[in-house]
């Protein structure tokens, strides 16, 4: 019997697995060929694929950085490659100063890169919260910084106007003390109006002409490119946000007049399409101002654009208060805080982080809106690729100005988008 | 600082409104500068260059008035129009003449209200075409896809062309010359039709420019030239003589080469009034003796001009053809400076 063993003594060996249900097979077959459809549709996945790289790699491979001209470009392609598509980025190489700052005098270049990267000191508190609260002090300067250094001249200017501020505050602090609230809020606004209006102008003229510090004044037809986008954007997104608050309040209030004032502005706005405004802007109001007014065409622009982001972030955030609970207005109500406490320690903090992604979304939208100012003859980076391809060297490109503007606006914008999904992910409090 | 700005001129309405009136020549003058509407770009006609000067045939006539008026050709403050904002721009006062490539016509001179003080470029509408589409007339392209830019007159002078001839097309409408320039070589349509200036200018820029064929038929007039706003008689001479004067030292010899030897005196009279050794010619206008020898000293005589932004020295080719003086059997024709 013991020569008939028919019941195995010793283990098998490990073995591979079958090659289909290993590596890089298996994980085709479970992902990408599952079915007949899936594998119909990765085919054409593929295809598409190959299809643009063949195109675009070759075309971003060959590209040539550094000629003269179109022709020239083409010259030295013939010469060095034979005839393949080739991106001809020698008008990036030349021309990349005035698509980033218009024609902003060239040996004054460094003021708006200071002001851009001390764009990013002021922001940086409002950002990130474990700064030192202190530099919100810069921040608040900052604006006054921004206009000084972009358009120059005498420092006296922008400094008067933020005086303005500073007397508003005072008589809003005096008038409290006396009067009460209401009394505070309108007269700090008349005094800083009233400032504006009628002492301004001369005491920024007079301390000018007695201690004349300033710099080279640059004006608003030297600005273009990149930085005008920017220049619109930022202040746009800077001041639609704190407005759109008011304008989401205003419009909740149960005082007639202001919620009629805020639902009629918001319902206008948003009825209305942004070139229509900056249509207004530029041409509507030249019949309505004295002829000869030199009413800055970009601050025009920048106003335009505040009030129509404004109205949107109203919507937004009005988004935000509707998802609040009754429960919290009613639990600020029972502790006893006034309106604006409410609004500061209970309200606006959850609202406000509810609309986070809304918010962002407003801002990417307004910042890329920027360039419809083409259509009024300002020189953005759409308008300048216009502008260089109707010069005789560089008459005939096309794709390459478009992809180096879009890299520049993918950038900002990509870098909002994930700033914002940061910041969701570090209010986030709730345990869903 | 800007917003005090805006307020204070908000409240000394009336008084600048007064001051406006005072005439544009005093305006510019009291100025500095001045605001000339250019396009925002168009090929040989006007564009920035690399350090942001603009340039072109149009830019000549801003900068030659500017010379003329105040003695500084790159006193100019140039101004970005679009075809929507121009006509506005200049009603506004926002610009003191526009000089960009604007189609003399009857309801711009008389209903928009303006004074068009003359032609510095005749142009019309002309076809281009792949030459291996076998074409060599107009008249031959019954159904052909057309690639044209929308809102402009170009698009009714092609639809009365066709309409008139009993041959259909089908449209391909498109927004700027850059963009039909896509189209056109992406075979999205057979022709591509704007003013013959603009094909010129596109065809040029063509990897194989020759495969392109210009067809011969012209089918509209567009008397291109500057203008200014009605009812400022005295600027609009000023901006017409000129333009004037730029077109006369052609016909009699006068070049930035030879300018300052002839601004000496010369025997022949036409010369020495244009500039200003005999008569008052300029003091009529309101400006000194000189002005006429300013405006040809910036970019030379109108055929100098011509032949350094679009003339057949450049990548762009442009004959003379209709633009020939009126001595060489063109059109371009000044009156006498007498």
């Known amino acids: ?22 590596g890089i097979v298996k994980w085709m077959r479970a992902n990408l060929f599952s079915s007949v459809s899936n594998s119909i549709l990765t085919l054409i996945g593929i295809y598409a694929i190959y299809y643009l790289a063949s195109h675009l790699v070759p075309w971003f491979w060959y590209s ?26 020698a008008v990036i190489t030349e021309r990349w100063n005035q698509l980033l700052f218009g024609f902003y005098p060239q040996h004054l270049y460094w003021r708006p890169v200071l ?57 809003a602090k005096i008038l409290g003390d006396r009067f009460g609230a209401i009394a505070a809020v309108g007269g700090g606004i008349l ?54 608050i008011l304008l989401a309040l205003g419009r909740q209030s149960n005082l007639f007049f202001i919620k009629s004032i805020c639902v009629g502005f918001i319902e206008f706005i948003r009825g209305v399409p942004l070139i229509t405004l900056l249509f207004t802007a530029s041409l509507l109001l030249n019949y309505f101002l004295p002829p000869g007014t030199n009413f800055d065409i970009v601050l025009r622009v920048i106003i335009m654009v505040t009030l129509f982001a404004a109205a949107y972030m109203a919507e937004v955030i009005r988004g935000g208060l509707a998802a609040l609970p009754r429960g919290q207005y009613e639990a600020a109500d029972a502790l006893g805080l006034d309106y604006w406490k409410a609004q500061q320690l209970i309200i606006m903090p959850q609202a406000l982080k509810i609309s986070i992604p809304g918010i962002v979304n407003t801002f990417i939208g307004l910042f890329k809106d920027t360039v419809l ?30 992809v180096f503007v879009g890299f520049l606006f993918f950038i900002c914008c990509f870098s909002m988008s994930r700033y914002s999904m940061y910041l969701e992910q570090k209010l986030r409090t709730d345990h869903r | 600082m800007k917003k005090s700005v805006f307020i204070g001129a908000l409240t ?39 350090n942001g000067e603009w340039e072109g045939f149009d830019v000549s006539v801003c900068r030659a008035v500017a010379a003329a008026v105040l003695g500084d050709g790159t006193a ?35 209903d928009l209200k303006f004074t068009f003080v003359g032609v510095n470029y005749y142009d019309g509408q002309g076809f281009m075409v792949r030459k291996d589409l076998g074409v060599s007339s107009a008249t031959e392209l019954d159904g052909a896809t057309v690639c044209i830019q929308t809102g402009t007159t170009t698009e009714l002078n092609l639809a009365d062309y066709f309409k008139s001839n009993n041959m259909s097309y089908e449209p391909v409408p498109i927004e700027t010359n850059a963009e039909a320039q896509q189209q056109y070589l992406a075979g999205a349509c057979d022709v591509y ?75 022949n009279p036409e010369i020495n009034r244009l500039l200003g050794t005999e008569g008052d010619l300029g003091g009529m206008l309101g400006l000194d003796a000189e002005w006429a020898k300013r405006a040809i000293a910036v970019g030379g005589n109108y055929g100098e001009i011509y032949a350094a932004n679009i003339g057949e020295g450049t990548p762009i080719a442009l004959a003379r053809g209709l633009n020939a003086q009126w001595t060489q059997g063109g059109l371009i024709y000044s009156p006498p400076f007498r």
């Open chain 1, 64 to 89: 040539i950085w550094n000629a003269g001209s179109l022709s020239e470009c083409r010259e030295i392609r013939e010469a060095a490659y034979g005839d393949v598509p080739s991106a001809c980025f």
């Open chain 1, 115 to 171: 002001a851009f990267v001390l764009l990013f000191v002021a922001l940086a508190p409002v950002l990130f919260n474990n700064l030192p609260r202190k530099m919100f002090i810069f921040s608040a300067i900052y604006p006054f910084l921004l206009v000084w250094l972009i358009w120059g001249g005498t420092i006296w200017g922008p400094m008067a106007v933020a005086a303005g501020f500073v007397v508003g505050w005072y008589a």
């Open chain 2, 193 to 267: 039709t704007t003013d013959a200036s603009g094909l010129a200018a596109t065809r040029a820029t063509f990897e194989d420019a020759d495969a392109h064929v210009l067809l011969p038929e012209i089918i509209s007039k567009e008397p291109l030239g500057p203008l200014v706003r009605h009812g400022d008689d005295q600027w609009a001479d000023i901006a017409r003589w000129t333009l004037n004067a730029l077109i006369t030292a052609e016909e009699i010899g006068v070049t930035s080469a030879n300018l300052e030897e002839m601004a000496k005196g010369t025997n």
């Open chain 1, 373 to 402: 100012v083409v259509f009024i003859g300002l020189l953005d980076p759409l308008g300048l690729t216009g502008a260089i391809r109707a010069t005789t060297e560089w008459n005939g490109i096309y794709w390459e100005l478009f």
């Open chain 1, 1 to 22: 019997m013991s020569d008939k063993s028919f019941v195995r003594t010793e283990m098998l060996g490990e073995q591979a697995p079958p090659l289909t249900e290993v």
């Open chain 1, 191 to 244: 005094a800083a109006i009233i400032w504006w209006m009628f002492l301004a102008g001369p005491i920024a003229g007079g301390l000018s002409s007695v201690l004349p510090i300033g710099i080279e004044a640059v004006t608003s037809k030297d600005l273009g490119g990149f930085m005008l986008s920017v220049i619109i954007g930022v202040t746009g997104i800077a001041l639609s946000l704190p407005i759109g």
């Open chain 2, 76 to 110: 100019v403050e140039f101004v970005p129009t679009t075809g929507q904002t121009r006509f506005t721009a200049l009603a506004s006062g926002e610009i003191d003449l526009l000089a960009r490539n604007t189609t003399w016509t009857f309801s711009r001179d008389v």
């Open chain 2, 12 to 50: 000394a309405a009336g008084l600048a409104a007064g001051f406006a009136s005072a005439g544009t020549l005093e305006d510019v003058q009291a100025a500095g500068s001045l605001k000339c509407g250019v396009t925002t770009g168009l090929v040989g006609f006007a564009a920035p260059d690399a």
